[in-house]
């Protein structure tokens, strides 16, 4: 076997997608297979952990058989299996987990153990060393916002493999959760980030103002080197969704949200259908409420940019897919002279290529888990 040719066999169960894939040596991606239960969750709203665990169990054995068949690979063929740690709902995690460390086990194979945020971090080195773009100049800065996560990490390339510092992160609410539960609360189906971002081209952004809470204090540590003036920047989105409740109630908006509850209780309904659903001031709100978040997040993060020099920004996890955020990233960047990289689309969302590519370094370094390993809901990245 060639170090050119390292064939691992990803894993993710972390929140409610059972992923499975095989990525050539942590830049190409061979086969990737994500089966999604949003299905099961949309009439809650939001994912119901019980129901998740279960899901898991049902798919975990076809979709990383699939995975395997499509990328012409078997148990004995791949070179390691790489497994999501946490964090994420510990139910979960443990399907993939106890899965993955049977299959190393038995095809005598070395496992490797993933954080899923260093995952969503190497979603985007993955893509862009597919695109044989090996110019990333460092120090990057990498904003991980998705359904559970909003975060900022200086990343580092060290000998033997990556390391990052936590240099900002939400102090309630990450920032798909607050799509999530605006969506939720206006009745417009579940996830409600693709819906949101749907929907805010209808309507008018700057018809309601919101103002986001701005949160800079100084670090804990003074003589922590990531952070040259002590100051941290943080976020913070439980408020606006409160704002957001009150503008529904004082606006009366109750009785459309309650007519559309009836086409959202069975399914989501056709793009169109819940666009004609929402009204002037529905569309109003919702293009209102991305703009402030995306304003939010879009901000703050240049700021921590110019704080740590960063030279090179990467944006990824489920929200990294909105088009209004890729869009006020890339021209406000710009204007700093900043590159910014996102993954695509597909693999912005929660997927097991990143899983497989995060896990490339540690293969080489020789980190594998040891038979012990369990989840860990709270893994945090360093
Ligand atoms: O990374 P991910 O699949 O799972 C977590 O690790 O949390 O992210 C899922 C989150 C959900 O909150 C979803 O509403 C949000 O990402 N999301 C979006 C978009 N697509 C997914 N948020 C805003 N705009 C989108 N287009
Ligand atoms: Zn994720």
Not at 12 to 35: F, K, L, P, W
């Amino acid at each position: 076997m060639s170090v050119s040719e390292v064939f691992i066999l990803g894993v993710e169960s972390s929140c409610d997608e059972t992923a499975a894939a095989v990525v050539r040596s942590g830049e190409e991606v061979i086969s990737n297979v994500v089966y999604s239960q949003i299905a099961t969750h949309q009439p809650f709203g939001g994912v119901v952990p019980e129901l998740a665990s279960r899901e898991h169990l049902r798919a975990i054995v076809p979709v990383i058989s699939k995975a395997l068949d499509d990328a012409g690979k078997s148990y004995r063929t791949i070179d390691a299996v790489a497994v999501t740690q946490g964090p994420g709902l510990a139910g979960s995690l443990l399907v993939g987990l106890s899965y993955a460390k049977a299959l190393a086990y038995a095809a005598e194979k070395p496992l490797i153990a993933v954080n899923h945020l260093e995952g969503h971090i190497h979603a985007v080195l993955l893509e862009e060393r597919q695109k044989q773009n090996r110019e990333m100049q460092f120090p990057v800065l990498a904003l991980v916002v998705s359904g559970g996560h909003t975060h900022l990490y200086l990343a580092e390339k060290e000998a033997d493999g990556w390391v990052y510092h936590n240099v900002g992160h939400t102090r309630d609410d990450a920032a798909g959760e607050a799509f999530d539960k605006v969506a939720k609360l206006l009745e417009l189906g579940y996830p409600g980030g693709p819906i949101i971002d749907f929907l805010a081209k209808h309507g008018d952004p700057s018809a309601v103002k919101f103002s986001l809470a701005q949160i800079k204090h100084r670090d804990r540590n003074p003589q922590n080197r990531h952070d040259p003036g002590g100051l941290r920047v943080d976020f913070s989105y439980s408020g606006i969704k409160t704002a957001v409740l009150r503008y529904v109630e004082t606006h009366a908006m109750y009785p459309a949200i309650e007519a559309r509850a009836r086409l959202t209780a069975t399914g989501l309904p056709p793009p169109d259908a819940l666009l004609r659903s929402c009204d002037r001031s529905t569309l109003d709100l919702v293009a209102s409420f991305q703009r402030a978040m995306v304003n939010d997040l879009v901000s703050k993060t240049l700021v921590a940019a110019r704080q740590h020099d960063a030279a090179t920004l990467l944006v990824t996890g489920g929200v990294a897919a909105n088009s209004e955020l890729r869009e006020t990233f890339e021209r406000r960047a710009a204007e700093e002279g900043l590159p910014v990289y996102f993954p695509s689309r597909q693999l912005s969302t929660d997927n097991a290529a990143m899983i497989a590519a995060a896990a490339y370094p540690r293969f080489l370094s020789g980190q594998f888990a040891e038979a012990e390993l369990s989840a860990d809901a709270a893994l945090r990245l360093r």
